[in-house]
Nanobody, 124 residues
Framework: QVQLGESGGGLVQAGGSLRLSCAAS????????MGWFRQAPGKEREFVAG????????AYSYAVKERFTISRDNTKNTVYLQMNSLKPEDTAVYYC?????????????????WGQGTQVTVSS
């Protein structure tokens, strides 16, 4: 069982930056694939960025590529999402997720564990 807790959300002006953090419980964090998803009002939850377990790569959605960076500190059981050049359309609740399942980690259904989410609001 893994418990996840996000922090770092808030209100920022367009063009600004935020860094989200997600702290995970457990002793085998490095083996988990970690993902960031977001859900805007009235929309489906969508993939934002992922970091495959055991250092085997990262991936980003087209909407955030070149602006967002996912990183992880396995010594602190924490994954981060650095968000730069924020746009109003980035406004959403951001969720951290974890899985040890093999497969396409851009897909929401692959993930077994989810955090409660943190609100990010970007004003124009």
């Amino acid at each position: 069982q893994v418990q996840l807790g996000e922090s770092g959300g808030g209100l920022v002006q367009a063009g600004g930056s935020l860094r989200l953090s997600c702290a995970a419980s457990g002793r085998t964090f490095s083996t988990y694939t970690m993902g960031w998803f977001r859900q805007a009002p009235g929309k489906e939850r969508e993939f934002v960025a992922g970091s495959a377990g055991c250092g085997s790569g990262t991936a980003y959605s087209y909407a955030v590529k070149e602006r967002f960076t996912i990183s992880r500190d396995n010594t602190k059981n924490t994954v981060y999402l650095q968000m730069n050049s924020l746009k109003p359309e980035d406004t959403a609740v951001y969720y951290c997720a974890a899985t040890q399942n093999p497969g396409n980690y851009l897909v929401r259904s692959l993930y077994d564990y989810w955090g409660q989410g943190t609100q990010v609001t970007v004003s124009s």
